[in-house]
């Protein structure tokens, strides 16, 4: 088995672990299985090839999670408020930090270049995604990711807006704010439920 | 009393499932790939969207669970999913309304031509 497939497959299996635990205990084997096959097959073709069908379950990570929970329900991680920020902050990373992930690096491949301001979208991305796991270092990584989103999009959105009417200038200047805001957003939940977590655990501690 | 009628018409890849079905049970994989031959590449789907469907089709009482013996990597029996008579029939249903529609746009087109 080739490094790839070996990587790929261990962080499906982490992937897995978001689907409700009844819906795990019926298909989380059967799905690992299948998707190591597929991947394997995928692999014959090349790395890229894998990593493509890797990205596709991601992709359709979001929908499958919803179904799965609608025919699975578990009402326990939705039980109190710090639950619910820290179950809306995974689904909305692995969608959007997943989509646009995968957007920069299809986008990469099409063109065959790797820009700045394609490379500066990945990182944030990427902390999005890694923040489910590690969730203040990721979350800060985001937050800083989603910063520096911001300016390059205010920079770019006023000297694409320069001699515009005023209006315009505004609506350009916060398209281009409104580029990195869901990163500050997101990034911004994930550590204050790492702070919540670790205020709720100290009392408990002492 | 719920009706076939009332299950249709399909989803694109919830028909090309339960037609991956219809000859043979099958496993996982091998539906994965059968969907992907039937519909000529037009519907490829993920695991995770795969055993979504498999998970509703078993719910429904369309589909049913088979252990097959054979053991996984995990060592628990491969599963197998074989095409309940429900299933058979909504198929057949489904099938037999896509031929009407089918005809009908078909008709259309020949009394235009005329």
């Known amino acids: 088995m080739s490094r790839t497939v070996r990587i790929l497959t261990a962080l499906y299996g982490y992937l897995l672990r978001l689907y409700p635990l009844d819906y795990r205990a019926a298909f989380a084997d059967e799905m690992r299985v299948v998707f190591a096959d597929a991947l394997r097959d995928a692999a014959r073709t090349g790395s890229w090839a894998a990593a493509r069908l890797f990205l596709r379950e991601l992709t359709s990570l979001p929908a499958s999670l919803w179904h799965a929970s609608r025919l699975y329900p578990s009402p326990s991680i939705y039980a109190d408020r710090l639950s619910r920020a820290r179950w809306s902050a995974r689904y909305f990373s692995i969608f959007w930090g997943g989509y646009m992930l995968y957007f920069a690096v299809q986008r990469t491949l099409d063109s065959g270049d790797l820009t700045l301001l394609r490379a500066v979208q990945m990182v944030p991305s990427l902390a999005l995604v890694l923040a489910w796991r590690w969730e203040r270092t990721g979350g800060m990584l985001t937050m800083l990711g989603g910063a520096v989103l911001c300016g390059l999009g205010v920079i770019g959105g006023y000297n694409a807006a320069q001699g515009e009417p005023l209006l315009t200038q505004l609506a350009t200047l916060s398209a281009g704010l409104m580029w990195g805001a869901a990163y500050l957003v997101f990034g911004g939940l994930y550590v204050w439920v790492a702070n919540k977590d670790r205020s709720v655990e100290t009392p408990r501690a002492n | ?114």
């Open chain 2, 1 to 114: 009393m719920e009706t076939i009628q009332e299950h249709l018409p399909l989803s694109e890849s919830t028909f090309f499932i339960l037609l991956s079905l219809a000859r043979e049970p099958r496993h996982g994989y091998a539906i994965l790939k059968d969907v992907e031959a039937l519909s000529q590449r037009r519907v490829v789907l993920s695991t995770g969207t795969l055993y979504g469907a498999l998970s509703r089709l078993l719910d429904h009482g369309w589909v049913i669970r088979l252990d097959t013996g054979e053991p996984e990597e995990s060592g628990r029996p491969r599963k197998l999913y074989r095409l309940s008579d429900l299933g058979q029939r909504i198929l057949q249903a489904e099938t037999e309304r896509m031929e009407h529609v089918a005809a009908a746009a078909r008709l259309r087109f020949a009394e235009e031509l005329s």
